[in-house]
């Protein structure tokens, strides 16, 4: 079964506007919670990570927001811009082992 | 330039007929792994290793065996390829330690299997 889900599945936001994708997890095990952005014919790149202790983290734009209770987390895109478009992936892993989302197609409008 | 490399980049064949794909990073890491992409379901790991000759399963390893003996390169093998097989493929690789050391992703390879 999935271990993290994720949610939407596909986004469209104006230029400005606020990106927000959710994320769901189960297993109270998982240490790090990291979130990859994927252009076509690439391969996924670290954007921002996250620890449970910590309940925000901001990186300019990107902020991961971390519910360690709902065990849920997610990431908020301020101000966002068509370069922002991607497939955005959050995962968790307990070191070893990595478990992704499904993925949330971005489609940011001029 | 640091870098994972995967070759092929696109690859079709046909059920039955071994293949192998390699992968090599240069940043002297020593947590390697493999994952397959396909829609709706994610990135799924395949096999990781934490260091020469010591590797694990990740969550679909069936049909996939993988080898490392050197630190550098982390082939990933389809002893016998079937059509379910047919995916997209990364190879990745990071810094060994807690989980808060970013992995580093090749260009992928798309492997289709007639």
């Known amino acids: 079964q999935q271990q993290v889900k994720q949610s939407p599945q596909s986004l469209i936001v104006q230029k400005g506007g606020i990106s927000i994708i959710n994320c769901a997890y189960e297993?109270?095990?998982?240490?790090?919670f990291p979130w990859y952005q994927q252009f076509p014919g690439k391969g996924p790149a670290l954007l921002i990570a996250i620890r449970p202790d910590v309940s925000e983290k901001k990186e300019g734009r990107f902020t991961i927001s971390f519910n360690k209770s709902a065990k849920q987390f997610s990431l908020h895109i301020m101000d966002s811009q068509p370069g922002d478009s991607a497939t955005y992936f959050c995962a968790a892993t307990t070191g070893n082992q990595f478990y992704f989302g499904t993925g949330t197609s971005l489609t940011v409008i001029p | 330039e640091a870098q994972v490399t995967q070759n092929p980049r696109y690859l079709i064949t046909v059920t039955g007929k071994k293949l192998t794909v390699t992968c090599s990073q240069n940043?002297?890491?020593?947590?390697m792994s493999w994952y397959r992409q396909d829609p709706g379901l994610g990135l799924r790991q395949i096999y990781y290793s934490m260091n020469v000759e010591v590797t694990d399963k990740g969550d679909v390893p069936e049909g996939y065996k993988v080898s490392r003996k050197e630190k550098r390169n982390f082939p990933l093998i389809l002893e016998s390829p079937s059509p379910n097989q047919t995916s997209l493929y990364f190879c990745?690789?990071?810094?060994w330690g807690r989980g808060n050391q970013p992995q580093h992703f090749g260009d992928g390879t798309r492997l289709s299997i007639l």
């Open positions: 940043m002297n890491h020593e947590y």
């Open positions: 990745a690789s990071r810094r």
């Open positions: 297993n109270t095990a998982f240490d790090y």
